[in-house]
């Protein structure tokens, strides 16, 4: 199923979202993440007699003493997947192709995820951030939370803080969460400080990572003696697009910058998932769930 491509709010958009993201839901349920919905602690959920054999310690002993016959406890799994979003919405963000800004990527693809996860009784929380943090939140459940945050990723910043304080996101991300979750880091990655701290998460936490990109990373156009300006800083350079020389360290550059990023997500555990301005943002998070359920299934 494609997404919309145009302009309007996602809390527009809430209700075609939310037909999208039922397969999403289901992948969250049957992928290899479900391993998160155990180990999260046990709940009481009654008692039966006690069979010989049985663990002393879960004797209920009020019953036992009003019934005159032992009885033991009856616990089950928590099966509560905590979904966490860590969102950019940094200037960089805002570049991209055909009026499509990876921003507009990153925000559909965690209003999916927040609608999924609503759709699976999961508690769901966010960091958003660019030069400073602008909103946060622990993981709730429920449709009023999921408006929050569809709310939230429509209206960043009119002026943005210059810079990225991803490392700073990760950090509080990891103080916000009390136990173990699974965390979708959505952001271009060109900003500094972003190693230690994520892999701080990957240590307690499962971590996907998406990178979004434009084509432009890959390949740059010929349109002559250009000037640029950096976005974040200011700064403004005479590049000769033209250049084969310039057109192969541009491609050099990018691509030494995502193997870079992908060798540490790998060595660290992390799921890297690199997202193009073109991609349809369901069929990429779709794909992720349906290779992590294949991987468990030829194990």
């Known amino acids: 199923m494609s997404s919309i491509l145009d302009k309007s709010t996602l809390v527009k958009r809430a209700s075609y979202l ?11 349920k049957t992928g290899n993440f479900r391993s998160l919905y155990r180990g999260q602690g046990i709940e009481f959920s009654g008692v039966r007699d006690y069979i010989r054999g049985d663990d002393i310690r879960t004797i209920d002993w009020n019953v036992t003493a009003r019934m005159g016959k032992p009885y033991v406890k009856i616990f089950e799994e928590e099966r509560e997947l905590q979904i966490f979003l860590v969102v950019d919405s940094s200037l960089s963000m805002h570049l991209g192709t055909n009026n499509r800004t990876k921003y507009d990527v990153a925000a559909e693809s965690a209003a999916l995820i927040t609608i ?4 699976n009784g999961c508690p769901v929380g966010a960091v958003f951030f660019d030069g400073a943090i602008h909103f946060s939140c622990e993981p709730k459940f429920g449709q009023q939370q999921t408006m929050l945050l569809l ?21 509080g991300a990891g103080k916000l969460l009390k136990k173990r979750s699974l965390i979708f880091v959505i952001s271009d990655f060109r900003s500094a400080n972003w190693e230690k701290p994520i892999i701080s ?4 936490h499962d ?8 084509k432009y990373n890959e390949v740059l156009p010929s349109v002559g003696t250009a000037r640029f300006m950096d976005i974040e800083t200011g700064k403004k350079l005479l590049i000769p697009t033209g250049s084969s020389e310039f057109k192969n360290d541009w491609k050099a550059y990018n691509e030494s910058s995502v193997n870079m990023w992908k060798e540490i997500s790998i060595k660290h555990g992390i799921t890297p998932v690199i997202v193009n301005t073109t991609d349809d943002p369901l069929q990429v998070l779709t794909s992720v769930f349906a290779r992590k359920k294949a991987g468990k299934q030829e194990r």
């Open 151 to 171: 709310n939230h990723l429509d209206n960043i910043p009119e002026n943005p803080v210059t810079g990225s304080i991803i490392g700073n996101a990760l950090t």
């Open 18 to 28: 939310r037909i999208a993201a039922s397969e999403l839901a289901e992948g969250m």
């Open 201 to 204: 998460l990957a240590h307690k």
């Open 207 to 214: 971590v996907i990572a998406m990178r979004i990109q434009g």
């Open 116 to 119: 999924a996860s609503e759709m």
